[in-house]
């Protein structure tokens, strides 16, 4: 897989080129940050490689963050600032942290999320008009502007704005979990909130800004867990109108998502044991001598393939067995006895860093 420039070929001004290119006005928020690491380049600090691997997450879209990856770096750098070696929680973290996305996942990404930051989804949805309809009607809705005065009277709203002008209501996560639930009304803030969420939730709102409704869409994000669709509540939705799939589709395997399916699954595994048969071939075809198209055709006849199989396909099959293993084991123990697995019928034993099992047998017989 294609991996974002390394460390060894990069300079101060093309790192700083390369934030600035980022949506959310990165290189604002982050060129202090930059500046800071080359300077930590040039002195001898211990920990280079884990601050180099938390730089380069510098420079993957904030959609795939799993964290602040910005505040932590900068935690991690004043900590070697101040002649501290990075603790084992952080070492631990920056451990578990997946390799920078490629850079083609990197320019889809980005590119995604420059329409996101402008509001715009139109290349993935189609139905846009439905927007325009609501939105058109709730300008004209006397209901709207006479509970907005309501709340104005009661709350000086301006305080709640973002630096946009926009008031946001409190976001809403993954299977509708909300962090806020628990109802507080102590504070003015809490009160505000409470009061807005359920404003919101009245007309379709995200927000109001200065006064003007800010209407939900239908939107596709990427989040670092996956891709999330949101269809808001008044949107009579037409699954092969309204989304442009072919877009979406794309975007999702921008991460280099791998195909699947039962039947792929299972022909991945044929092949898998096909090749390994073959490498164990091939080393009883050393043992004996064999060289050459008598060489071929023995391990062919073997592997039940036809005697017109030529020596490239027979070295693609071999090169299968050097791939990934059908499991990971580790650390590899090997168990005394064979493994009973439960209510299934059957055993299963780990040999290296390879399963077998009855699904292995089913496999050489066609099943």
Excluded at 20 to 36: D, F, I, M, Q
Excluded at 313 to 335: M, T
């Amino acid at each position: 897989m294609e991996r974002p420039n390394s460390g060894r070929c990069s300079s101060l001004q093309s790192d700083l080129k390369r934030l600035g290119a980022l949506a959310y006005h990165r290189l604002e928020s982050s060129e202090e940050l930059v500046r800071k690491f080359y300077h930590f380049r040039r002195s001898d600090h211990g920990d280079p490689n884990h601050l180099r691997k938390l730089y380069d997450w510098l420079f993957v879209p904030i959609t795939l963050w799993p964290i602040d990856i910005e505040g932590l770096l900068r935690a991690a750098l004043d900590r070697v600032a101040s002649s501290r070696r990075l603790d084992k929680r952080i070492i631990l973290l920056i451990d578990l942290l997946p390799l920078p996305p490629s850079n083609r996942t990197l320019r889809a990404v980005s590119e995604h999320e420059h329409s996101v930051q402008h509001g715009s989804y139109e290349s993935l949805i189609r139905a846009r008009h439905k927007y325009d309809q609501i939105e058109s009607q709730l300008a004209r809705d006397r209901t709207f502007q006479v509970q907005w005065n309501s709340i104005k009277a009661h709350f000086e709203v301006t305080k709640f704005a973002d630096h946009k002008g926009i008031i946001r209501r409190r976001l809403v996560a993954e299977r509708s979990m909300r962090e806020h639930w628990p109802v507080r009304w102590i504070k003015t803030a809490d009160r505000f909130h409470a009061v807005f969420d359920v404003f919101c939730q009245r007309l379709h709102l995200y927000g109001i800004r200065r006064d003007r409704p800010l209407l939900l869409k239908l939107t596709v994000n990427l989040t670092p867990f996956g891709t999330m669709i949101f269809i808001p509540a008044y949107w009579s939705f037409d699954p092969k109108r309204d989304l442009n799939w072919r877009a979406i589709t794309a975007l999702h395997k921008a991460r280099g998502v791998p195909k699947q399916g039962q039947k792929f699954s299972a022909n991945q595994l044929a092949a898998r044991l096909e090749a390994i048969d073959a490498a164990k071939l091939s080393k009883e075809a050393d043992a004996r001598k064999l060289k050459g198209e008598a060489r071929l055709s023995w391990m062919s006849e073997k592997l039940n393939r036809d005697v017109r199989t030529d020596e490239r396909q027979l070295r693609r099959i071999l090169a299968k067995s050097r791939d990934e293993p059908i499991a990971h084991v580790g650390p590899i123990a090997k168990p005394k006895k064979r493994v009973r697995l439960g209510a299934l019928k059957g055993w299963m034993e780990i040999q290296g860093d390879i399963i077998h099992s009855d699904i292995e047998k089913d496999f050489r017989a066609g099943a």
